[in-house]
Structures are given as structure tokens and as C-alpha cells.
């Protein structure tokens, strides 16, 4: 806005809904996002146009109806995105500033100018490289012009879908930020893994629709010096590192980084292979840390980082079916689901993207649970019918061959099916 701003004094705020990715988002992140625009077209006074159709046709084609000399966005970096973004330069002048990440993918480089692989030297070089203040701008920062006095733009109404599982907006999200700031932040390093214990910031859905930025965030942390404020930035810095991979490697969205691992024999052919993937899918494994997570998914559009990594790893590494099947899965439920994050956090667990995750390393589902949910509140809450067992007995029903009424035995003997992907992991080392 601000670079809008230092050339004309009025503007058209102009949002398309394109079906090419609304399609991939789910109810759950549409509906969060038709909020958000609600929110935005009241702080404008109503002066959002909303329009159907493919950018590269819509926005060109508004763009001339108004007489309008530039549009500006904040740069995508996304495959499909950027993409976009080219095709609509072919008729517009198209001013790009500002993306949705603190330091915008590409600008973190080694000194040679190559890009970083790892995640440790590349956050090493983020923090020296640093972040530019937040902008300040607000609904006064332009006079905008009056969608009903564009003619042939078919405005449309913003739909209006189910109520968004969570708090959204910029309202929502500055104050759940202020809360975290006020308290839980501190606490963050000692209890980020715990997902019984509810203690990371949730910001994510926010970061994903893009009511709040980075950079005012880490503006906020920098007058902070806890440990738990520190180990905050650092996961910030996680969200650009998988900006900066994905804009190097677009394809990396939908095929393995390595691609060594395109070798990786999977179930995906096997006839059990959509029965095992269902049973993942709905929480119904047998394994009470996977099967919480899967259901909180499906309950809330959201999941712990930790379980997160636990389900990814049982998917890829106890039932041997492809990451980009789960990926997929988590595109279509998360509330915060994002390309980058998302991809490359399967890609993380199964091995085959950027960092020194080795393959072999497999999550135990018992032990995992065991030591991030002790008590086993996490799955308790999520999985009723284990409510009636105490303490962390919780998660070895299936070991001991408890039989619990209405939840399964567990669906695969994890020993052996680690000694199988081990084995699958030395064919393609070879
Ligand atoms: C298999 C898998 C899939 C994932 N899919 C997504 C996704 O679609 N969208 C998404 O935003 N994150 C994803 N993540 C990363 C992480 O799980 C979420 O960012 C985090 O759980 C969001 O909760 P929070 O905001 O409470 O996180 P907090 O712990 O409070 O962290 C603060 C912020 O740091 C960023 N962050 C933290 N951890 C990571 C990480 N490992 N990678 C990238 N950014 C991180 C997020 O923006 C997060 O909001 C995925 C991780 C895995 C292992």
C-alpha cells in the first residue's frame, strides 16, 4: 500500500477468488479466508471488490476498465503463484512488494551468492542478515475507489461459508499474539513439544491468511530476551527456510527434493493400501498418539507441530505409502496449510528433503507419546474411547493387548515395519 501509495492517491482494492486454488484449500481454510475478507471489506467501508474468475484475464481486464497504470501485489513465490504473477505481467505493469515472509525467499545467501541446503547455517545467516520494520499502513493509507462505480467488473458477494473453526482477521490475530506476548511465550522453549499442554502459539492460521506479518512479530520478540522468545524466533525462521527451498525448487512441491528417493518402494499399489490410508486418515490405527492427532485434525483444523511428525512418520514409514498422499490430506483439512511448510515438513519426515532428517530415523509412536504427552491428557481428549484408562497407560493399550471397547488392536507391528522401511531405505542407498 505504502508503495501504492507514493505514486497515486487513490486505489481499487481488488481480491479474486480463483477456483484453481480454492478448489485445493478445503472448507475449513476457504471458510477462514471469506471471514477474513469480511473483515476487510467493513475496515474499507465496504470498498473490496471481489470478483470471480482467472487472475490473469480478471485482473488485466479491471485493471484497464479503471485506467489503472500498475497493480501491486506482494510477490508470490509459490509455484502456482509465481507463475500467475508472470502471465498477468504480460499485460500490466506489475509492482511486486514485500512477500509473506520475513526475509523473502532468495535474499539469504552464502557469501559466494549460492543458497543454503541446511536449516541451521541458513537461520545463522537470517539473523545477521535481518528484517526490515513493519509497515505502517492502515484503511487511510489510500482513498479507495468505489467498486460500484467500475462498470462490467461483476463484483460478486463475499461467500459466506460455515463459521471458521478458530478466531480469524487482523483483529483475531493481533490479539492472540498479544496475548502469547504476555505470558506463554516465555515458556515456549521448555514446552513447545508438549501438545498436551496447548503452549505454542496457534499464529500459524494467521501467518497462512496473511493478517498478520513476520516482521511484526519479530519486531514484538526483539524486545524480548527470554529463552522461550529466542526459540520463537527461530521457528520463524523455519517458515523462510522452507519459502527459500520451495522458490528454488518448485517442483519440490510435488516430487521429492532428492530425488534419489524417487527409488523408495511404497504400498501405494498394494490392495490394503487405500483401507491402510483411510484408517490413518480417520484416526483408527490403534496407535493413541496417531490416532489423537488425526482427530484433532479432523476436529479442529489443526494440529501440533509434534504429533504432526508422528502421524507424517507413521503414514510414510509404518504404513510405506507415499508423503505426498498425507501432504495432500493435511492441504485439504489444515487451517494454516501452506505450500511451503507443509510440504517441506513431510518431505522433513520422510527423508527426502533438504535437512539432515535421515531416513532411518522413525518415530516410535509409543515412546513419542510417552514422552511429549506423559500423562496422556493429549490423547484422552481427543480419543474417547480411551478416556477410561489413567496416567500414560494411555498409549500402550495395544502393547499390552488391552481390549479396549470400539478403539482398534493397532493396525501393523511398528518393529517390524521399521525393520521394513530400513530395508526399503537400503535399497535405494545402494
Ligand atoms: C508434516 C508437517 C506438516 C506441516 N504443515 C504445515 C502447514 O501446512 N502450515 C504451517 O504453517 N506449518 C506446517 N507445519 C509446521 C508446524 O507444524 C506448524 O507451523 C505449527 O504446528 C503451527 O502451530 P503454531 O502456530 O502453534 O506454531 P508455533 O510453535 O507457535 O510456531 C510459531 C510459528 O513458527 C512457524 N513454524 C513453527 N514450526 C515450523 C516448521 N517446522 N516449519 C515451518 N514453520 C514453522 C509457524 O509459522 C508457526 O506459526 C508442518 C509440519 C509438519 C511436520
Avoid at 510414510?316 to 511448510?341: E, I
Wanted: aromatic share 10%; proline share 7%; hydrophobic share 35%.
Amino acid at each position: 500500500m505504502l508503495t501504492a501509495a507514493s505514486s497515486t492517491d487513490s486505489a481499487l482494492g481488488l481480491f479474486v477468488l480463483d477456483e484453481a486454488l480454492l478448489n485445493l484449500s478445503g472448507n475449513r481454510r476457504r471458510a477462514a479466508l471469506f471471514a477474513c475478507l469480511h473483515e476487510l471489506n467493513e475496515r474499507l467501508n465496504g470498498s473490496l471488490l471481489v470478483v470471480t474468475g482467472d487472475p490473469r484475464e480478471v485482473v488485466p481486464k479491471i485493471a484497464r476498465q479503471i485506467d489503472a497504470e500498475q497493480v501491486h501485489v506482494t510477490a508470490d513465490f509459490g509455484p502456482y503463484g509465481a507463475q500467475r504473477d508472470r502471465d498477468v505481467e504480460q499485460h500490466i505493469e506489475l509492482v511486486r512488494t514485500g512477500s509473506p515472509f520475513a526475509v523473502s525467499p532468495g535474499r539469504v545467501v552464502k557469501p559466494d551468492g549460492s543458497s543454503y541446503q541446511v536449516f541451521t547455517p541458513f537461520y545463522k545467516r537470517w539473523l545477521d542478515h535481518g528484517w526490515r520494520a513493519p509497515a505502517q499502513t492502515d484503511a487511510t493509507t489510500l482513498t479507495w475507489i468505489d467498486p460500484d462505480t467500475v462498470d462490467g467488473c461483476r463484483r460478486v458477494a463475499i461467500p459466506t461459508a460455515e463459521k471458521p473453526v478458530c478466531p480469524v482477521g487482523e483483529r483475531a490475530a493481533r490479539q492472540q499474539w498479544a496475548e502469547y506476548l504476555d505470558g506463554p511465550i516465555h515458556e515456549y522453549d521448555n514446552h513447545r513439544d508438549r501438545p498436551d499442554l496447548d503452549a505454542t502459539s496457534r499464529m500459524s492460521v494467521h501467518l497462512k491468511l496473511g493478517t498478520i506479518h513476520p516482521r511484526t512479530m519479530l519486531a514484538d520478540l526483539d524486545a524480548l530476551t527470554s529463552e522461550g522468545a529466542r526459540a520463537y524466533r527461530r521457528q520463524l525462521a523455519w517458515r523462510d527456510f522452507y519459502g527459500d527451498v520451495l522458490a528454488r525448487n518448485p517442483d519440490s512441491a510435488r516430487h521429492n527434493l532428492n530425488r534419489t528417493y524417487d527409488g523408495m518402494p511404497t504400498d501405494e499399489k498394494e490392495p490394503n493400501a487405500q483401507e491402510h490410508f483411510t484408517a490413518w486418515c480417520e484416526g483408527r490405527t490403534g496407535f493413541p498418539i496417531v490416532d489423537a492427532g488425526m482427530r484433532q485434525l479432523a476436529g479442529e483444523g489443526w494440529m501440533h507441530n509434534r504429533v504432526r511428525m508422528i502421524v507424517a512418520s507413521f503414514l510414510v514409514k509404518d504404513l510405506h505409502l507415499p508423503w505426498w498422499w498425507g501432504a495432500r490430506h493435511f492441504m485439504q483439512h489444515l487451517v494454516d496449510g501452506d505450500l511451503p511448510a507443509n510440504q517441506h515438513g513431510w518431505q522433513w519426515v520422510a527423508g527426502s528433503g533438504t535437512d539432515a532428517a535421515p531416513y532411518f530415523r522413525v518415530f516410535n509412536p509409543i515412546t513419542q507419546g510417552q514422552r511429549y504427552d506423559p500423562q496422556g491428557d493429549y490423547v484422552r481428549r481427543w480419543v474417547p474411547e480411551l478416556r477410561s484408562i489413567e496416567g500414560k497407560a494411555v498409549h500402550t493399550v495395544g502393547e499390552r493387548s488391552v481390549d479396549v471397547p470400539g478403539y482398534p488392536a493397532p493396525m501393523v507391528d511398528h518393529a517390524e515395519e521399521r525393520r521394513d522401511a530400513l530395508a526399503r531405505y537400503d535399497r535405494i542407498k545402494k
